[in-house]
């Protein structure tokens, strides 16, 4: 059945009005996005690899191969509910695991390339992999931990051939040899968009990272957002691209896989370290039209002299969230790529892309995330009761679970913490925001980041906004410290852009700008300047650390 999430209406209100989701009742993730084209033959995947390598994918090639690899998790014992962990940068054998594992009905677990040791056990651990998938690059960190897995049964290895037949309770084999020889051929099994399909976990900034359990359906749940970022360009000759992890939801859920249920096509590059000129390149050789980029990534691409002038450019949108989008980002997409649309969103691992902007529906206001996306239920309410804030009082985002598909199901092997999330049919997400008179949303805080300095409630986002303004700033993270006089003092740690150093004079600077564009009370009395900040391997500052 070929079935697409539509937004036909010619205007915002409109589409909140008359959005439904209408979702087939046999649905299978895999077969929504590479089976269900009527012209398979056309390109799904152009991979461009480092040494220079190109090869394109078609969506008939991505069936087939996904059926292999099915195949082979089938003869490694993987059943139904499986976990079968990912740990591939943005190669094709990456989205085939996933596709694969859907297909079978197991659960993929996709994970960053960058994790060390610790952060791989814990998740191998915790989820139970029966299978991982491994780059080459990968490889000496999964033999480490794998000892410590015993749940983890067999371990293949992409692009590379190692000795050890061996590791722990697992057999190890290469990922093209466990494959190659697999039949195309696979009937996918009966699942609905409520079978449980891949556990994503959060960036861990304070406490144990959770498993976030999403079902089939949670990227046709993207896909209302993914329409209005995009302004709505969706099955013309767009071509879509982002330099984040393929292990993050950012990724996948912002960008892969809803560009697949339409059909388009997605430009696939292990990049490494971000590299703003590498980027452009990549853009202009793939006539990329729409892409995913972080906040921090766009800040390094403002670096780069007449873009438009030196690479021949197609794009015409730019989605982006996660950290601040501050108006000199719009200005300089405006100017600098030729009338570029950015567009923030909001969402997280629970719950993702909640609200976004739309320039064909609304204009943007800098600061503001957008407005919430047509078929999620989002209101700011008073965490302590539930109900709706009036306009401009600051509350807790919440989000009506109701038969929204891109609603979490449970944190894996943790029911408490679901519970803690849970408020009747809401989902509390933890992050305070305010709702002007338009329906615009402006985020404030995490609930749990706010400094309380001399009676005054601080919200660390807009202090890091402002300090961002400076030209010196590369990326500042605020925090609050202990004062015996004043219970906390605010302190932000800046890495300053690469041509400059930390001083006093830089300082003062700040100091003034944020007493300036702010408050008194809101300036950092300490400021710590370091070469580069902590981060979650998914670009989050990790203010705990801070």
């Not at 085939?96 to 993929?108: E, F």
């Not at 000199?328 to 892309?353: K, R, S």
């Not at 320039?359 to 109900?387: I, L």
């Not at 807009?462 to 300090?467: A, D, K, L, M, Q």
Request: aromatic fraction near 8%.
């Amino acid at each position: 059945m070929t079935w697409y999430v539509t937004l036909e209406a010619d205007s915002y209100d409109a589409a909140r009005e008359s959005f439904a989701w209408d979702v087939p009742a046999a649905f299978n993730a895999a077969t929504d996005l590479v089976r269900k084209h009527p012209d398979g033959d056309r390109p799904a995947l152009f991979q461009a690899s480092p040494d220079g390598r190109r090869e394109t994918y078609t969506f008939d090639d991505l069936d087939r191969r996904s059926n292999a690899v099915a195949n082979a998790l089938e003869s490694m014992g993987v059943d139904r509910g499986d976990r079968v962990a990912v740990v591939v940068p943005q190669k094709p054998e990456n989205v085939l695991t996933h596709l694969a594992c859907w297909k079978r009905g197991a659960v993929s677990l996709p994970l960053s390339v960058l994790f060390g040791d610790g952060a791989l056990r814990y998740r191998l651990q915790d989820s139970e992999a029966r299978v991982a998938v491994v780059d080459a690059a990968q490889w000496e960190t999964i033999r480490a931990v794998a000892p410590d897995c015993p749940t983890l049964k067999h371990v293949l290895v992409v692009d590379a051939e190692p000795a050890d037949e061996r590791v722990g309770e697992a057999s190890v084999h290469t990922f093209e040899g466990a494959v190659d020889d697999r039949s195309s051929e696979y009937d996918v099994v009966e699942t609905d968009a409520d079978t449980p399909a891949i556990i994503m976990y959060t960036s861990g900034s304070t406490g144990d990272p959770k498993g976030v359990l999403h079902t089939h359906g949670v990227w046709i749940g993207h896909c209302p957002a993914f329409s209005m970022y995009f302004e709505r360009d969706l099955r013309g000759e767009s071509v879509y691209w982002t330099p984040a992890d393929w292990a993050w939801i950012g990724a996948l859920g912002d960008l892969v896989f809803p560009a697949w249920h339409y059909g388009r096509p997605v430009v696939g590059s292990p990049m490494g370290s971000f590299d703003p000129e590498t980027a452009f390149e990549i853009a202009a050789e793939f006539d990329v039209t729409n892409a995913f980029v972080p906040p921090t990534a766009i800040r390094m691409l403002m670096g780069v002299d007449e873009p438009t002038d030196r690479y021949d450019l197609s794009l015409e949108a730019i989605c982006s969230g996660g950290e601040p989008l501050t108006s000199e980002i719009l200005e300089w997409a405006d100017e600098e790529l030729a009338g570029t649309a950015v567009n923030e969103l909001y969402g997280q691992t629970e719950a993702n892309l909640l609200v976004t902007n739309c320039r064909e529906w609304f204009p943007a206001k800098p600061g503001s995330m957008g407005k919430p996306v047509p078929g999620h239920d989002v209101a700011v309410v008073d965490p302590d009761d539930g109900e709706a804030v009036e306009p401009g009082e600051v509350g807790e985002i919440a989000v009506r679970r109701g038969d929204d598909p891109v609603l979490f199901e449970e944190y894996w092997n943790a029911p408490e913490k679901t519970a803690d999330v849970t408020a009747g049919e809401w989902h509390l997400t933890g992050d305070l925001a305010k709702r002007d008179a338009e329906g615009y949303v402006w985020f404030v805080s995490r609930d749990d980041d706010l400094i309380i300095t001399s009676g005054y409630r601080v919200a660390p986002r807009e202090v890091e906004e402002t300090i961002l303004e400076h030209a010196a700033v590369e990326q500042v993270g605020v925090v609050g410290v202990p004062d015996d006089t004043r219970g906390e003092i605010i302190k932000a740690v800046v890495q300053p852009v690469p041509e400059e150093a930390g001083s006093d004079e830089l300082r003062t600077e700040i100091r003034t700008l944020v007493r300036e564009r702010l408050a008194e009370y809101e300036y950092p009395r300490e400021i710590e300047f370091v070469d580069e900040l902590p981060t979650t391997t998914t670009g989050k500052i990790r203010r705990t650390e801070l």
